[in-house]
């Protein structure tokens, strides 16, 4: 009888695994935590097994510059199992470039110390990760915030209603503290920056050149469906913009972050910094394209993280309906 849905972590050897072990010790789903030298014995009990393996997530201490061939190696050897890369906060951020070639599309970050640091907020988040990766569930903005927070949902009509949905949003997260403040600023940021980019970046023509002028004042044509959603459990804040274009691709996507990411900063002349402040300010960003019909961009900022700002953040992008 085959075993199904095995997951593995791979890390780069001993001391590495000793950092990661604490977290999946205590997660909801069995691994196979293992060090690179150990990778031959592994395959092979697996194969004895008649194993399969529905997720292989991969340590970037050894993809993609210790080992730049293990992604495509894994796809050969698992073609069912989706990829996973995972970073410890302290260590030097991927290149982004190689990425875009392997057409990763999941990214988790874990701070290893520091006064943000909270073990069961990681190991939820892992959890939440690994469960949808798992049964090729997208990720939302609302998997990101307690059950039973209220989700403010605004269908958007008209570009000049922005600074009145950003108010709202402003007003939702209460308390005077720097914290709380530091959140309110980076949630107007992320809405205006999301909004923006469903009004202007998303609706184009049949060449793929833009319908709208950054800027221009305008009512949402029929169809376009432009919506406005967000929620906070008080401590965390996720948000979430709809566009009814789905022009953005995945391979996009990625090119404007790594031109950005590799040229160290945002950069006027460089398309999609939109994106790019979006994923620099949330603490995870979550997409979802439906080519053609609708792209979600969104994600979530904790208010204990709200004055964090690492060199790199995870993302979770799917494509499909």
Not at 23 to 52: D, H, Q, Y
Not at 77 to 101: H, N, Q
């Amino acid at each position: 009888m085959s075993e199904t849905g095995t997951i593995i972590a791979l890390v780069a050897d001993a001391e590495e695994l000793a950092v990661w072990e604490p977290i999946f010790t205590r997660l909801e789903e069995k691994l196979l935590l293992v060090e690179m030298i150990e990778i031959p014995g592994v395959i092979a009990n697996l194969r004895k097994r008649g194993a399969s393996v529905s997720l292989v997530m991969i340590s970037t201490r050894v993809y993609p510059l210790g080992y730049p061939k293990l992604v495509s190696q894994a796809r050969q050897l698992f073609p069912d199992a989706d990829i996973m890369l995972m970073c410890l906060s302290t260590d030097p951020p991927p290149p982004l470039s190689p990425l875009l070639v392997d057409n990763i599309r999941h990214l988790l970050i874990n701070p290893v110390g520091g006064p943000f640091y909270d073990l069961d907020t990681v190991v939820s988040l892992f959890n939440l990760s690994i469960r949808r990766l798992k049964n090729g569930i997208p990720l939302s903005m609302a998997d990101y915030i307690r059950p039973g927070t209220s989700v403010h949902e605004y269908r958007v009509s008209s570009s000049e209603q922005k600074e009145e949905l950003i108010a709202e949003l402003e007003k939702t997260i209460g308390g005077y503290s720097q914290e709380y403040e530091m959140l309110r600023m980076k949630g107007a940021l992320l809405a205006d920056e999301m909004l923006e980019n469903a009004f202007y970046a998303a609706p184009r023509d049949g060449h793929f050149a833009p319908l709208y002028r950054k800027g221009e004042k305008r009512n949402m044509a029929n169809g376009e469906n432009v919506i406005f959603r967000y929620g906070f459990d008080g401590e965390t804040l996720a948000l979430e913009v709809t566009d009814g274009w789905g022009t953005l691709s995945s391979e996009d996507l990625f090119r404007h972050l790594t031109q950005h990411f590799d040229k160290l900063g945002v950069h006027e002349e460089i398309g999609g910094r939109g994106l790019f402040i979006i994923w620099r300010f949330l603490d995870t960003l979550l997409i979802r394209i439906d080519p053609g019909k609708q792209t979600v961009i969104g994600g979530h900022v904790r208010l204990s993280t709200s004055n964090f700002l690492p060199e790199i953040k995870g993302f979770h992008i799917a494509t499909g309906p």
